[in-house]
């Protein structure tokens, strides 16, 4: 099994910055994509950044320029640098990896438990 653990959410002053972190552990034999989502109260969940294999990044269009995803493969971690932080980034945080098992032949897609961010003065 694989699993996801997310940590850096809590508390942010608008215009603040916090650094979220999520590292993958268990029985697998590659990491493709990895990305970060997020789902605010009463909206669908939203993909933030995504970091393909290949070394290609997107960003979602409410926080280019803001945030920054980046990985460690040695460490099986991708992070999420969230810069001026505005009240409506307030959410779950969510990280996704693509991941073949070790022995397998196909990618799976796993979720990490969520971090939640608040933006509030």
């Known amino acids: 099994q694989v699993q996801l653990m997310e940590s850096g959410g809590g508390l942010a002053q608008p215009g603040g910055s916090l650094r979220l972190s999520c590292a993958a552990s268990?029985?697998?034999?590659?990491?493709?994509?990895m990305a970060w989502y997020r789902q605010a109260p009463g909206k669908e969940r939203e993909l933030l950044a995504l970091?393909?294999?290949?070394?290609?990044?997107n960003y979602a269009d409410s926080v280019k320029g803001r945030f920054t995803i980046s990985r460690d493969n040695a460490k099986n971690t991708v992070y999420l640098q969230m810069n001026s932080l505005k009240p409506e980034d307030t959410a779950v945080y969510y990280c996704?990896?693509?991941?073949?098992?070790?022995?397998?032949?196909?990618?799976?897609?796993?979720w990490g438990q969520g971090t939640l961010v608040t933006v509030s003065s």
């Open positions: 996704n990896a693509a991941v073949k098992l070790a022995g397998g032949y196909n990618y799976s897609a796993f």
């Open positions: 268990g029985t697998f034999s590659r990491i493709g994509p």
């Open positions: 970091f393909r294999s290949d070394g290609n990044i």
